[in-house]
């Protein structure tokens, strides 16, 4: 039977799936496994079920002479180096679209969390603060009919534009590969990416990290941004440069934000940005609904099976590597 290492708890669904026919070893424990344990444990593994935490390279594949495919349970593979695996001859694979909805719903929560004030009014309400109505009281920005501009127009991003439709609001994109024929079927616009920092009421970020992304949002794009333009990140957390959004938020530069990612990940408990009402920050869960998060772990689990008995997976990153 073939070994199998995965590298977290997953739903039972998928479980039974590699159990079936294969060796299947689960770490436990939720946190990330220790690197020495990783590496340890790959070393007669054919396929590893990963998470973003993994990060797999050179050492990594060096410790797995037998590996055959890295099936990641998220739709970002910025922890594998893709080009080395593909050299190797080892199947990188991904689980896009089935969450792509769910992200997207999460993305708009933190749109309306973060402009009408949900999280410090909750806490308010918790604390004992709340002893009378007043007009003056956490006043936020209206969603409606506000300009959305969306960084990344692929799956997500064209999720989030339908939504910010439901609201009313002018939709403006930015992304490498323009779409006019959604420009056209919709009535979303195009734009540059300085105009749509400048124009937009809430800027929402749905790129891929790579060289080009990496701290895109920082002190220069604040500093095109309005003055009550609030940021959305449920893409990667490095995209935007956490010490310059502090301080473009705090100083009023831009309005606020609404992080489910951040650079580090996770966010120690003790960085300024957590002291800024007008900045609401989740633990990575866009994605985490149980229909979501039990498709995401079936699809890796399927990519693996598909691989080891010499099939074509589903959703292959490098798929120069399978044919078809």
Known sequence: MAKVYVTRSIYPEALELLQRGHDVKVWEEDRTVPRDVLLREVADAEAVLTLLTEKVDDEFLDAAPHLKIVANMAVGFDNIDVAVCTRRKVVVTNTPGVLTETTADFA???????????????????????????????????VHHATLGIVGLGRIGQEMAKRGRGFDM??????????????REHGWRYADMDTLLSESDFVTVHVDLNDQTRRMFSVDAFSKMKK?????????????????????????????????????????????????????????????????????????????????????????????????
């Open 108 to 142: 708009f929560s933190l749109l309306m969390a973060a402009a009408r004030f949900v999280v410090p009014g909750m806490e308010y309400v918790r604390n004992g603060k709340w002893t009378t109505w007043s007009p003056n009281l956490f006043v936020g920005r209206d």
């Open 170 to 183: 002018d939709i403006l994109y930015y992304d490498v590969y323009r779409r006019e024929d959604l420009e």
């Open 228 to 324: 009550t333009a609030i940021l959305i990140n449920a893409a990667r957390g490095p995209i935007v440069d956490t010490d310059a959004l502090y301080e473009a938020v705090k100083s009023g530069e831009i309005g606020g934000a609404g992080l489910d990612v951040t650079d580090p990940e996770p966010l120690p408990a003790d960085h300024p940005i957590l002291t800024l009402e007008n900045v609401v920050v989740c633990p990575h869960i866009a994605s985490a609904s149980l229909q979501t998060r039990t498709k995401m772990t079936i699809l890796a689990a399927e990519n693996i099976v598909a691989v080891l008995a010499g099939d074509r997976p589903k959703t292959p990153v490098n798929p120069e590597l399978v044919g078809g």
